[in-house]
DNA sequence: ACGACTGTTATTAC
DNA sequence: CGTAATAACAGTCG
């Protein structure tokens, strides 16, 4: 489950172990990852191929990666981004060759992309292949706010939003309203908000979306700073997976962290005691507590 | 073995 | 324009 909260610590997590030495080779392994790419994918090669990676940065539930050229002064002065995000069942990892190590030598399933750096390698594995890489840094521009920025705070929820008869659940989903909530954090968001996941955006009261404004940052700071103190498994090779589906039970026992919704659906709601629901809006699983997320 | 279900989002149709 | 359905995939679980 990459939603914002798995990729933020992703990022971080990356960030504390970038490596030192310059990219000696991209292997794309996977084409249709590069669908909003314009150009070919033999320029990787050529135009980042000596760089080095800067860091990582995050846009809702994008990753973005910042290469600055090597020794060589290369014909791009400023850092180049690279922009990917990981679908449904993406993973991101680098992986260290150690002689005599179980993983030397690793061949990996489902691989999109492989950043060679000669004693560590980048890997990108997507077995559903819903994810993608680009170049493209406009494939940012149309997410609407980012809960974790700074400006979250000023924002205003627009005209298009509020007057809008779509369900608030699916709204949330929309990137280009917020960026970085999924189908989870959707659910956990309008929990706490105490909405019913139904209500049209156009019924909601003031009161009801300056509680959303609020909500959705407590609730994806709180995942942020669990997911921050686990040790994650960023990979998914182990059985037990510690990044994605870090909130649900697996563990969680001595962890404390939960969904209080999600995938709950006739255990008693942790505020009320009601039995948890589940319905389907876009296609999509939603839960909620039918007792105190009432409809407007 | 089979069908229900899964963390997402372009694209298409209305 | 806004909204909703669908397709793109491969895996897990009961
Ligand atoms: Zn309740």
Redesign the pocket.
């Given at each position: 489950?990459?939603?914002l909260p798995?990729v933020e610590c992703l990022v971080r997590h990356l960030n504390r172990h970038l490596p030192a030495e310059a990219l000696r080779k991209i292997s794309i392994t996977s084409p249709?990852h590069l669908?909003?790419e314009e150009g070919k994918p033999e320029k990787w090669g050529s135009d980042l191929r000596g760089c080095r990676l800067d860091r990582f940065s995050r846009r809702?539930?994008f990753w973005i990666m910042f290469w600055k050229p090597g020794s060589g002064r290369g014909n791009h002065p400023d850092p180049q981004p690279v922009v990917g995000?990981l679908?449904?069942?993406g993973r991101l990892f680098f992986h260290r060759e150690r002689s005599g190590s179980p993983t030397d030598g690793a061949v990996f399933?489902?691989t999109a992309a492989i950043f060679d750096f000669g004693s560590s390698r980048l890997v990108f594995t997507d077995?559903?292949?819903?994810g993608?890489l680009t170049r493209n840094a406009d494939?940012l521009k149309?997410l609407g706010p980012d809960p974790m920025d700074a400006d979250w705070c000023s924002m205003t929820w627009p005209d298009?939003i509020t007057?809008?008869?779509?369900?608030i659940k699916?709204t949330l989903?929309d990137?280009s309203a917020v960026a970085g909530l999924?189908?989870?954090y959707a659910s956990e968001v309008l929990h706490q908000a105490m909405i019913h996941p139904a209500a049209a955006?156009k019924n909601l009261t003031p009161d009801d979306w300056h509680r959303l404004h609020h909500c959705i940052p407590d609730v994806i700071q709180k995942a942020v700073g669990i997911g921050d103190s686990l040790s994650l498994d960023f990979s998914g090779l182990s059985s037990v997976?510690r990044?994605?589906?870090y909130g649900t039970r697996e563990g969680s026992s001595d962890d404390g962290e939960v969904f209080r919704v999600y995938d709950r659906e006739g255990e008693p709601c942790p505020r009320c005691g009601a039995p948890i629901q589940r319905m389907i809006q876009?296609?999509?699983?939603t839960f909620f507590c039918p007792a105190c997320q009432p409809l407007p």
């Open positions: 489950m990459p939603e798995e249709r669908r909003r809702g539930k995000h679908g449904m069942t399933k489902h077995p559903r292949r819903f993608m494939v149309s298009r007057g809008s008869s779509r369900a699916v989903m990137q999924g189908n989870i955006c997976d990044l994605f589906y876009a296609q999509r699983s």
